[in-house]
């Protein structure tokens, strides 16, 4: 049985290696930081908008918080797998467009250790980027930084980008007292990019700057997490839970490579800034509650907080066009989340009496500046189910699926409203369990 786990988690993580390097946005707004921040929660939990760091649930990994994994049932292995798609529409003034994406999310795996150990394994994505547009300006508004001899002409600046980074983990619970949990994920966290910046100029002005910013980030990242719980009535349970982020220096290098290309001749010159040590995981905090009433409905609300703002980033100097690392770029990032989930009676027989019904509300703020202002903040309203699957000898298995509206602004930018399909599949597999033949 220790050769399947450790088999298991080998394939696994060989298998989804490779979503680290995959891109679930199309967002402008993922050019700015380290890209656009992704859900860690599973799919159980993103009906409820990702409220998570106060539930305990023994069918369904709880990443968020690994304090949780102490919950899992001794006789079982769970897998769970997540993918989601969905449809963008961007405006900005007059101006619309409306891009879909896919991707698969995260693949997870739980199981009990030892008694009152529970482990977890999987990898998750922690940011993305990616995005393709250009504008078209007065030659003199921004190529004077590079060029003189300015004129009537107009230059176009194409902007692409691709990459982003995830964590592959290993994790732990243990309940060393009744009541009481305490637990930490430790990962491999891994990921790179590449932004372009690519600027046309006209005729009379036969040059093409291209800007390239790039890094490649192999390091760690360590969370921490407990759960206390106790019962507050006869029918009532509060679960706390609380969370800490390790931040720390990933020794990655940021590059900045800048071509100068004469197309009249061909003749091009090339120029690399670099800065050492340029990016930072911040320190974390969240805390959060649940309520379970009657083992059938669960209310609670998250808050977190991620100290960015103590974070230098590679920026262009202004004024001596230098690349190098930049205070005051990032800022802190507040979220708040309120669920619900409801199982009108998880032992009765009727298919729609042991379905989940899961309802959500999240609000976070950005964690970096545009120029002189604030990045969007983000507004998400959740739904979704958790259908039971039934086959001969196991109905413990689930399907959970949830739709989001994700709305992101900021004063006089661009603005994001985001409908998303998550899809996930929890297989809870008798692994453990001894038979008997009569």
Request: include cysteine; proline fraction near 3%.
């Amino acid at each position: 049985m220790k050769k399947r786990i450790f088999g298991s988690v080998l394939a696994g993580i060989w298998a989804f290696s490779a979503m680290g390097q995959i891109s679930n946005t199309l967002s402008p707004y993922s050019q700015y930081g380290i890209g656009v921040l992704a859900d860690q929660s599973q799919s159980f939990s993103r009906g409820m908008a990702g409220l998570s760091l106060g539930v305990r649930d023994s069918k369904h990994p709880n990443v968020t918080n690994p304090a949780s994994y102490s919950a899992v049932d001794s006789l079982t292995m769970l897998f769970d797998l997540g993918l989601s798609g969905q449809i963008t529409s961007f405006k900005e003034g007059d101006t619309k467009r409306n891009a879909k994406t896919a991707d698969f999310d995260y693949a997870v795996g739980m199981f009990r250790l030892l008694p009152k150990v529970g482990a977890c394994f999987g990898i998750i994505p922690y940011s993305n980027i990616g995005y393709n547009f250009y504008d078209s300006q007065w030659i003199g508004e921004r190529a004077s930084d590079y060029f003189s001899g300015i004129g009537d002409n107009y230059y176009t600046n194409s902007y692409t980008g691709s990459g982003g980074f995830s964590q592959a983990f290993l994790g732990f619970g243990w309940e060393f007292v009744k009541g009481l949990s305490i637990g930490a994920n430790i990962s491999y966290f891994w990921g790179k990019y590449e932004k372009t910046v690519i600027s046309t100029f006209s005729d009379s002005y036969a040059n093409t700057l291209t800007r390239t910013y790039s890094a490649n980030v192999n390091s760690w990242k360590l969370d921490l997490g407990a759960q206390w719980w106790t019962n507050i009535t006869k029918q009532d349970r509060l679960t706390i839970g609380a969370t800490v982020g390790i931040g720390h220096k990933l020794g990655a290098n940021a590059n900045m490579d800048v071509v100068n290309t004469n197309t009249n001749t061909s003749v091009s010159s090339t120029t690399r800034d670099s800065v050492a040590n340029a990016f930072s995981l911040p320190y974390s905090f969240g805390i959060g509650a649940t309520v379970l009433h009657k083992n059938s409905l669960t209310i609670g609300a998250d808050y977190q907080l991620q100290l960015w703002s103590k974070q230098n980033f590679p920026m262009v100097n202004s004024v001596t066009k230098h690349y190098e690392s930049a205070s005051g770029v990032l800022k802190d990032r507040h979220k708040v989340t309120v669920g619900v989930d409801w199982i009108p009676d998880a032992t009765n027989r009727k298919f729609f009496k042991r379905v989940h019904y899961r309802m959500g509300a999240s609000y976070a703020t950005p964690y970096y500046k545009i120029g002189t202002h604030d990045g969007p903040k983000e507004l998400t309203l959740s739904a979704g189910f958790g259908l039971p699957i039934v086959n001969t000898w196991n109905n413990r298995t689930s399907l959970n699926i949830s739709a989001q509206w994700v709305h992101t602004s900021a004063k006089d930018l661009l603005t994001e409203n985001t409908f998303r399909i998550n899809i996930g599949l929890t297989f809870n597999e008798r692994w453990f369990a001894k038979w008997k033949v009569d």
